[in-house]
């Protein structure tokens, strides 16, 4: 039974910082893909980054430079530093174990999610 609980969201200025994390049970971040997606009121739900086992990253133009996925394989952890916030990057956030190891899979949930922090940049 896969479990991933998400942490760290809340409000913030823009140009603030936030950090989110995950904690994941039943899935091994050492051996499979983690990621971030967030959806919006009233906008398409979008992969934000991805992480596969070997700790290969990809991240979404709309948070490439102010965004950074990271793991602790040894916590089973995944996080999500995320600096130079807008208003624009208000969201549910939630953290995702994808069957593939894209953004598209993200998009799609296309695997097991969290219930998700929510982030409101004012």
């Known amino acids: 039974h896969v479990q991933l609980v998400e942490s760290g969201g809340g409000s913030v200025q823009a140009g603030g910082s936030l950090r989110l994390s995950c904690t994941a049970s039943?899935?091994?971040?050492?051996?499979?893909?983690m990621g971030w997606f967030r959806q919006a009121q009233g906008k398409e739900r979008e992969g934000v980054a991805v992480?596969?086992?070997?700790?290969?990253?990809v991240h979404a133009d709309s948070v490439k430079g102010r965004f950074t996925i990271s793991k602790d394989n040894v916590k089973n952890s995944l996080y999500l530093e995320m600096n130079s916030l807008t208003p624009e990057d208000t969201a549910m956030y939630y953290c995702?174990?994808?069957?593939?190891?894209?953004?598209?899979?993200?998009?799609?949930?296309?695997?097991?999610w969290g219930q998700g922090t929510q982030v409101t940049v004012s």
């Open positions: 995702a174990a994808p069957k593939r190891c894209s953004l598209v899979a993200l998009r799609e949930r296309l695997g097991y």
């Open positions: 039943g899935y091994k971040s050492s051996e499979n893909c």
């Open positions: 992480i596969d086992r070997f700790a290969t990253k």
